[in-house]
């Protein structure tokens, strides 16, 4: 039981260490031209060499800098020093890539130049002509690797637009309006009406002589016959002739007024 508390204190400890406020905290180290870990004189330079004793830093998702005692640390306009000043406002665009290197806007170069205070170097972004006896250094991180400046964004591959050489990709056009349905074919019916004509033709009727009262009938003997192998010739009718002749006959079977 007593194991497991002193662990958990150690542990409480290391986290308080490496996090403060919701950002990640480090210890730097310079390496390169000078090597050594970095401290802070009591106005807030940050220098390696000198004696000093090791400083703490903390990072934020934008890439600023405070030092422990809350002193926003930036690079100054003159001389491009990287110090910490009370009261200033942290200079974004600080990074620590994955292997722990310190960067600013991208760039992992920085030089030491000399004090002369006690063979302390302070700390630069970029060499200038108002410092001397300069060294390349690098700047290494002991924690918070993948932290600071770009940490946070993400690129999301976005597929092109233009389709590759060769190649076409139709595209579908919305129809405007719904589609209408087309009106029924226009249809002509030709009527044909057959009239028949039937001309009237004059038909022989025989006359059938009825004895008078008066009249003693007289015996007539056969009629002659026709000779043999001789027929009367009948005339062609038309069509319509039985209908004229039965049409005829009912009307001459009427009975008078009507």
């Known amino acids: 039981m007593r194991n497991f508390a002193t662990v958990a204190a150690f542990a409480a400890g290391a986290n308080a260490l490496v996090s403060r406020g919701g950002n990640c905290c480090f210890h730097l180290k310079a390496t390169g031209g000078a090597s050594g870990t970095i401290g802070q004189l009591d106005d807030g330079q940050n220098r390696v060499y000198g004696g000093l004793s090791e400083a703490q830093f ?8 405070t030092d422990e005692n809350g002193r926003g640390c930036i690079v100054t306009d003159d001389t491009t020093q990287f110090q910490c000043d009370s009261g200033a406002t942290a200079t974004p665009g600080f990074s620590i890539n994955s292997q722990g290197q310190l960067s600013y806007n991208g ?9 002369g205070q006690n063979g302390g170097m302070n700390l630069y972004t970029t060499e200038s002509d108002k410092v001397t006896q300069c060294k390349d250094i690098s700047l290494m991180a002991d924690s918070c690797s993948g932290s600071g400046s770009g940490s946070s964004s993400s690129s999301v591959a976005v597929p092109s637009s233009t389709p590759g050489a060769g190649h076409s990709s139709p595209v579908p056009v919305p129809s405007s309006s719904a589609s209408v349905p087309a009106p029924p074919a226009k249809t002509t019916v030709h009527t044909t009406m057959t009239t028949t004509y039937c001309p009237e033709t004059e038909s022989t009727v025989p006359v059938v002589t009825v004895p008078s009262s008066s009249t003693p009938a007289v015996p ?3 009629a002659p ?3 043999a ?14 209908l004229q002749h039965s049409r005829g006959s009912f009307f001459s079977a009427l009975p008078d007024g009507y």
Not at 58 to 65: E, K, R, V, W
């Open 229 to 242: 192998g001789s027929e009367t010739p009948s005339s062609p009718q038309p069509l319509c002739a039985g």
């Open 225 to 227: 016959s026709q000779p």
């Open 58 to 65: 903390c990072i934020d998702s934008n890439g600023a800098i």
């Open 107 to 115: 760039d992992s170069g920085f030089v030491a130049c000399a004090t």
């Open 220 to 222: 007539t003997g056969p």
